[in-house]
C-alpha cells in the first residue's frame, strides 16, 4: 500500500485526506475492508451489536414507533452503512418478525451499504436463506439481492 500511494502522489500530486482514506480502505488489492472479516475476537475491533442483541431490539422497536407517529406508510426502507456482518440489521428485523402484526400491510426493504465483498458474503450468510447474484450494471451499486 506504502508503494501504491507513494506511486499515486509521485504521478499526480499530493492527495487528499479524502483519497487516501479510500485508499487504504477500500483499494482492491490492498483495503483494509475489502477481503477480511476485522470485527471480532480473531479481529481488530468490535461493535456493541456484536456483544449484546439488545441494541439492535431496542432499535427495532423505536423504528416501528416512529413509523406509527409519521403515519403508518405502505413502505419502510431500513438503511445500514457499513453494516459488518449484518449482526445489527438482523437483531432489528428480529423485532420486525415479532411484531410481525402490526407491520403487516407495510413493504419493508433493507439496503445494506458495503465496500467489503467478504463482509457482503457474511451479510448474506446472517440475513439470508439464499442469495440471488444480479447481473454487474454499470450504473447500478447493486450486486447482490438477499431474499427471506
Request: aromatic content about 8%; charged content about 20%.
Amino acid at each position: 500500500m506504502l508503494r501504491h500511494l507513494m506511486y499515486k502522489i509521485k504521478s499526480t500530486g499530493p492527495i487528499t485526506v479524502a483519497e487516501y482514506m479510500k485508499e487504504v480502505l477500500t483499494n482492491p488489492a490492498k483495503g483494509y475492508y475489502v477481503y477480511r472479516d476485522m470485527l471480532g475476537e480473531k479481529g481488530d475491533f468490535i461493535t456493541s451489536p456484536e456483544i449484546s442483541q439488545i441494541f439492535g431490539e431496542l432499535l427495532g422497536i423505536w423504528f416501528i414507533s416512529e413509523w406509527m407517529a409519521t403515519g403508518k406508510s405502505t413502505a419502510f426502507q431500513l438503511v445500514e452503512l457499513g453494516p459488518g456482518r449484518g449482526t445489527l440489521v438482523g437483531d432489528i428485523l428480529r423485532v420486525f418478525t415479532q411484531l410481525g402484526s402490526v407491520l403487516k400491510n407495510c413493504d419493508i426493504s433493507v439496503h445494506l451499504v458495503e465496500v467489503s465483498q467478504k463482509l457482503s458474503e457474511i451479510q448474506a450468510l446472517t440475513l439470508t436463506k439464499e442469495k440471488v447474484p444480479l447481473e454487474r450494471n454499470a450504473g447500478s451499486p447493486v450486486y447482490m439481492k438477499g431474499v427471506t
